[in-house]
């Protein structure tokens, strides 16, 4: 155990895919304990113990930005300390092994694992607060960010312990159209429609160039992923109701939130072009009942991180999405059992 600051550090590590070794770490609150554990699942498929998005990486010798500043930053451990500071003790783990002859090249590179085993992965996460002496009489919440998002559905979706959701920028969502494979169908159309509805040439949509009911954010500028999820919700019109999974053999998210529903918090921003598109939907659903405990956000001026984005470079995660996570999760800590 290291104390850091006034909270407790316990480092341990997961067996996984491969029967390799991953890293995690749980986060003790100093002060008085809320009872709950929130699990931390990383997007895509690897990630770092810290989800650190380095400040350049060098591509053909060349080094490219990543960040806004061009300095790295790790989000893990600032969600972590809004949490802990609640009273929440956090868990959140890497996906890239010790034994992975790779480990040394990411995020460039590193042994990929099918995602079905990062799903199992986060399940061995889960028996360890179940286990854990320090937690095993915790009520659990877990917060998944982009494909994490998914896989936190999924596995809430057969397991009654679980009892609320957090989801960032969650993947995977919605079907946005018949034979999904879960990708953006209408991502091309989309574009297309786009540059159709910008009038006067200068790059944006704008004011009386907006279709009537398409600024799903009303902040008066049209974005590709409002008009693919206009798209979308046209198309989902002449979708039989179905249930299946990804081509990744995971279930898509409303099939998983309408089998087990919990109270559910998704937050996206306005500047995420890969998956905001699922949030119009989501809505809908939300709205005809099919999700009575889902809510969904839309938060201005974030990206996919739910940071800012310039460009293709990113900063950390806000201080106005950690707010919404850790107000959001006050308001349910009363209703969720014990």
Same mark, same amino acid.
């Given at each position: 155990?290291?104390?850091?600051?006034?909270?407790?550090?316990?480092?341990?590590?997961?067996?996984?895919?491969?029967?390799?070794?991953?890293?995690?770490?749980?986060?003790?609150?100093?002060?008085?304990?809320?009872?709950?554990?929130?699990?931390?699942?990383?997007?895509?498929?690897?990630?770092? #113990? +810290?989800?650190?998005?380095? =400040? *350049? &990486?060098?591509?053909?010798?060349?080094?490219?930005?990543?960040?806004? /500043?061009?300095?790295?930053?790790?989000?893990?451990?600032?969600?972590?300390?809004?949490?802990?500071?609640?009273?929440?003790?956090?868990?959140?783990?890497?996906?890239?092994?010790?034994?992975?002859?790779?480990?040394?090249?990411?995020?460039?590179?590193?042994?990929?694992?099918?995602?079905?085993?990062?799903?199992?992965?986060?399940?061995?996460?889960?028996?360890?607060?179940?286990?854990?002496?320090?937690?095993?009489?915790?009520?659990?919440?877990?917060?998944?960010?982009?494909?994490?998002?998914?896989?936190?559905?999924?596995?809430?979706?057969?397991?009654?312990?679980?009892?609320?959701?957090?989801?960032?920028?969650?993947?995977?969502?919605?079907?946005?159209?018949?034979?999904?494979?879960?990708?953006?169908?209408?991502?091309?159309?989309?574009?297309?429609?786009?540059?159709? #509805? +910008?009038?006067?040439?200068? =790059? *944006? &949509?704008?004011?009386?160039?907006?279709?009537?009911?398409?600024?799903? /954010?009303?902040?008066?500028?049209?974005?590709?992923?409002?008009?693919?999820?206009?798209?979308?919700?046209?198309?989902?019109?002449?979708?039989?109701?179905?249930?299946?999974?990804?081509?990744?053999?995971?279930?898509?998210?409303?099939?998983?939130?309408?089998?087990?529903?919990?109270?559910?918090?998704?937050?996206?921003?306005?500047?995420?072009?890969?998956?905001?598109?699922?949030?119009?939907?989501?809505?809908?659903?939300?709205?005809?009942?099919?999700?009575?405990?889902?809510?969904?956000?839309?938060?201005?001026?974030?990206?996919?991180?739910?940071?800012?984005?310039?460009?293709?470079?990113?900063?950390?995660?806000?201080?106005?999405?950690?707010?919404?996570?850790?107000?959001?999760?006050?308001?349910?800590?009363?209703?969720?059992?014990?």
């Amino acid at each position: 155990m290291v104390t850091v600051g006034e909270h407790a550090r316990h480092d341990f590590t997961l067996t996984g895919p491969r029967g390799w070794t991953f890293d995690a770490r749980l986060i003790e609150p100093g002060g008085e304990r809320s009872g709950i554990t929130v699990i931390l699942i990383g997007g895509g498929i690897g990630n770092d #113990l +810290d989800w650190t998005i380095p =400040g *350049t &990486v060098e591509v053909n010798s060349k080094a490219m930005p990543l960040t806004i /500043d061009g300095t790295s930053h790790k989000d893990a451990p600032r969600i972590a300390q809004a949490l802990a500071a609640k009273g929440h003790a956090v868990l959140h783990y890497s996906t890239i092994a010790h034994e992975d002859p790779k480990r040394g090249l990411w995020p460039l590179e590193m042994t990929s694992h099918e995602v079905t085993d990062l799903l199992q992965l986060q399940r061995t996460a889960t028996r360890s607060i179940q286990t854990n002496p320090l937690t095993r009489d915790d009520r659990i919440v877990l917060l998944g960010h982009s494909m994490g998002g998914q896989r936190a559905c999924a596995q809430t979706a057969d397991d009654s312990d679980i009892q609320a959701l957090v989801l960032l920028a969650p993947a995977q969502m919605t079907r946005t159209g018949p034979d999904d494979p879960g990708k953006n169908l209408n991502l091309a159309e989309a574009r297309h429609q786009l540059a159709q #509805l +910008d009038q006067d040439g200068n =790059g *944006t &949509v704008t004011g009386e160039e907006i279709p009537d009911d398409m600024d799903f /954010d009303q902040d008066d500028t049209l974005r590709g992923w409002e008009v693919a999820a206009a798209i979308a919700r046209s198309r989902r019109l002449n979708m039989k109701p179905e249930e299946g999974t990804d081509k990744h053999a995971i279930p898509f998210g409303e099939d998983s939130l309408q089998k087990h529903p919990v109270p559910t918090l998704i937050l996206y921003g306005n500047l995420d072009e890969s998956q905001g598109h699922h949030a119009p939907i989501l809505q809908d659903l939300i709205e005809d009942g099919s999700m009575k405990t889902v809510e969904v956000r839309v938060l201005p001026g974030l990206g996919h991180q739910l940071g800012p984005e310039q460009g293709h470079r990113i900063g950390p995660i806000s201080t106005l999405a950690l707010d919404q996570i850790v107000e959001w999760l006050e308001t349910q800590q009363p209703k969720l059992r014990p």
